[in-house]
């Protein structure tokens, strides 16, 4: 077997070598490469790299017909994935991680993989967004009665709050971000006299937004308002339910059965 030795390959028109090999085997080329046309190109004037392109736009562009892909193999059946994070001044301000596993789910990190799971779609399709602002609140607190006129209602107890956005303190959801959101509520007023009427609403904000069907009391019996609506709010706006009645005398009833308020945001 030969060996050529050399450390430097300099072209006869050049003032200075185009590729220098040291001891350690390690290559220098001082200008960009040409891989079979443009399989490979390294663009030096930009700093970018091409693959089946000589003309990247970006750090790494690749192109051509048929589906261009690029492909990260786990051998082992565990998982890939890339890594992306950002920094200013050295210091981190984001990381994101997007990753499938051998099970076939495919997952959003808000940072590493060993983060909180942001956004999981499994191998049958089925997505979750676990840390989607979401509640479901009901009247925890006795039983009350309220003069005519509109109320605020009392729904003061929890069965979920995923991010804490419904304060039981003062029955408000407030939104955490901009965007769509869908609401929920169920109200059964008691001991409705004879000829009296109970409505329910939902108030943003303070304000009157959308209110439910009409219900007249026949008898004096209880009377249950359920709606629900889609509102498009702003980060930091507030929902509640309100009611109303032309009844003096009656009153709302406690339980997570009884007056109920739900919404999550739909994105």
């Given at each position: 077997?030969?060996?050529?030795?050399?450390e430097?390959?300099?072209?006869?028109n050049?003032?200075?070598?185009?590729?220098?090999?040291?001891?350690?085997?390690?290559?220098?080329?001082?200008?960009?490469?040409?891989?079979?046309?443009?399989?490979?190109?390294?663009?030096?004037?930009?700093?970018?790299?091409?693959?089946?392109t000589?003309?990247?736009?970006?750090?790494?562009?690749?192109?051509?017909?048929?589906?261009?892909?690029?492909?990260?193999?786990?051998?082992?059946?565990?998982?890939?994935?890339?890594f992306?994070?950002?920094?200013?001044?050295?210091?981190?301000?984001?990381t994101?991680?997007?990753?499938?596993?051998?099970?076939?789910?495919?997952?959003?990190?808000?940072?590493?993989s060993?983060s909180?799971?942001?956004?999981?779609?499994?191998?049958?399709?089925?997505?979750?967004?676990?840390?989607?602002?979401?509640?479901?609140?009901?009247?925890?607190?006795?039983?009350?009665?309220?003069?005519?006129?509109?109320?605020?209602?009392?729904?003061?107890?929890?069965?979920?709050?995923?991010g804490?956005?419904?304060?039981?303190?003062?029955?408000?959801?407030?939104?955490?971000?901009?965007?769509?959101?869908?609401?929920?509520?169920?109200?059964?007023?008691?001991?409705?006299?004879?000829?009296?009427?109970?409505?329910?609403?939902?108030?943003?904000?303070?304000?009157?937004?959308?209110?439910?069907?009409?219900?007249?009391?026949?008898?004096?019996?209880?009377?249950?308002?359920?709606?629900?609506?889609?509102?498009?709010?702003?980060?930091?706006?507030?929902?509640?339910?309100?009611?109303?009645?032309?009844?003096?005398?009656?009153?709302?009833?406690?339980?997570?059965?009884?007056?109920?308020?739900s919404?999550?945001?739909?994105?």
């Amino acid at each position: 077997m030969s060996t050529l030795k050399l450390e430097n390959i300099k072209h006869e028109n050049s003032s200075t070598n185009n590729m220098v090999m040291d001891s350690d085997g390690n290559v220098n080329i001082t200008n960009g490469l040409t891989v079979d046309t443009d399989t490979l190109y390294v663009d030096k004037a930009n700093d970018r790299v091409g693959i089946n392109t000589l003309t990247p736009d970006y750090d790494l562009t690749i192109e051509g017909s048929g589906h261009p892909r690029v492909r990260i193999n786990s051998t082992d059946n565990t998982a890939s994935g890339v890594f992306m994070h950002v920094s200013n001044g050295g210091s981190q301000t984001g990381t994101a991680t997007i990753r499938v596993d051998g099970s076939g789910n495919y997952s959003v990190y808000n940072g590493t993989s060993s983060s909180p799971l942001t956004m999981n779609i499994d191998g049958s399709g089925r997505m979750t967004v676990p840390y989607q602002p979401s509640f479901g609140a009901y009247q925890a607190s006795a039983n009350y009665l309220v003069a005519n006129g509109y109320h605020k209602m009392v729904i003061d107890g929890t069965r979920w709050n995923e991010g804490n956005h419904y304060d039981t303190s003062n029955s408000k959801f407030v939104a955490p971000v901009s965007g769509v959101y869908h609401f929920s509520a169920h109200v059964n007023r008691y001991s409705v006299a004879d000829d009296y009427f109970f409505t329910i609403q939902f108030y943003v904000n303070g304000s009157s937004h959308t209110m439910g069907s009409r219900l007249y009391s026949r008898g004096g019996a209880d009377l249950v308002a359920s709606m629900s609506h889609t509102i498009k709010l702003t980060a930091n706006d507030y929902v509640e339910v309100y009611s109303y009645s032309n009844d003096t005398s009656s009153g709302f009833s406690a339980g997570a059965t009884w007056n109920t308020f739900s919404g999550f945001l739909v994105g």
